[in-house]
């Protein structure tokens, strides 16, 4: 295929709606790749007919939809894999719905109230960091595990909004831990279906350490390894 048959990264970008800076990203992620790189230049060229995945692509980011969920979607379109995909995706954006709906809620209240400056919060934790030893296959993980995605600028999962009792890190640390001064966390999660979630983190890579559980006096549990040792306790929401 000669290079008149291919676009130009900018025609290409016209083409599709994705910006320039975009597409190279997704290339490095190898979740778009060009048709071909000139050896001598870096260009990237791209066929016509990649133009209907880059649209995809374009769709499933507008809704904030993680590169490696996407990844999934591009593999198979239709299917019990793409609809739990996209059905577990909606429920985090209801949640995050809910938790806006909720902050908007309580500024309007100090709006018609008023906000006495003086009215002190109950402290909790919003921050946990862990050791990552594997940083790759336990973002992986955490990613395919919880569908969560890793924001790179802070090393960190977030969960939940901004300023909402939902707000909590978890950041990962990949220095933590080589001189021994930090050894692998233990930490809880909720979540609504155990046993859905307890199958999900063992097929993307946790090590068990306990199956689903029962005690007279604590919710239903189990607990499992991240790929870095860190234990983790899953318990029924």
Known sequence: MSHRELLSIGEFSVKTGLSIPALRHYDEVDLLPPARVDPGTGYRRYRLDQAAQATLIRHLRSVDLPIDQIRTLLAEQSGPDAAAVLHAHRERLLERAHAIARLAETIGRHYEEGTDMRTVKEDRVV?????????????????????????????????????????????????AGTDGRFGPAMFGLYVDDLDGAHAAALASGAALIQPPFETDYAPRRSVVADPSGNRISLTQR
């Open 127 to 175: 921050q946990v960091t862990i050791p990552a030893r594997n940083l790759e296959a336990t973002v992986r993980f955490y990613t395919e595990a919880f569908g969560l995605e890793y924001d790179q600028t802070i090393s960190s999962f977030q969960f939940g909004a901004w300023e909402t009792d939902s707000f909590f890190l978890l950041t990962l640390d990949a220095s």
